[in-house]
């Protein structure tokens, strides 16, 4: 199995940035690190797994399945696979309906 290049978009680096902010203004340096760590290890395990992800159900509803999500709780990571490239296109909070949030992105 070939490793793929996994590449990080600026709505997903945006969305990390400020998840660590509030964690951190929350819950103090080392939880945001243990953060921090478990969204890095996520990514790293898409160079070799990509697929293991589930197409996202709100978008799978409106007819899109080409985005996958590695769900990291209560945080999901969404990405889509572009062939030997993946590129992480949000991380947002689990609690939320991700449909319009991507497809929002994913037109502009």
Same mark, same amino acid.
């Given at each position: 199995?070939?490793?793929r290049r996994v590449i990080v978009s600026?709505?997903?680096s945006d969305d990390e940035a400020r998840i660590l902010t509030y964690v951190l203004g929350l819950r103090g340096v %080392?939880?945001?690190?243990?953060?921090?760590?478990?969204?890095? $290890?996520? $990514?790293? %395990?898409l160079r070799r797994f990509a697929?293991?992800?589930r197409v996202v159900p709100e978008l799978r509803r409106r007819?899109? %399945?080409?985005f $996958?999500?590695?769900?990291?709780?209560?945080?999901r990571l969404v990405y889509r696979i572009v062939g030997a490239e993946v590129w992480v296109v949000a991380l947002l909070d689990g609690r939320?309906?991700?449909?319009?949030?991507?497809l929002e992105r994913a037109r502009g």
């Open positions: 199995m070939t490793a600026a709505y997903a %080392t939880a945001a690190k243990a953060l921090l760590e478990r969204f890095e $290890r996520g $990514r790293r %395990t697929e293991r992800g007819g899109v %399945t080409a $996958r999500e590695l769900q990291l709780p209560p945080y939320r309906d991700l449909g319009d949030v991507l």
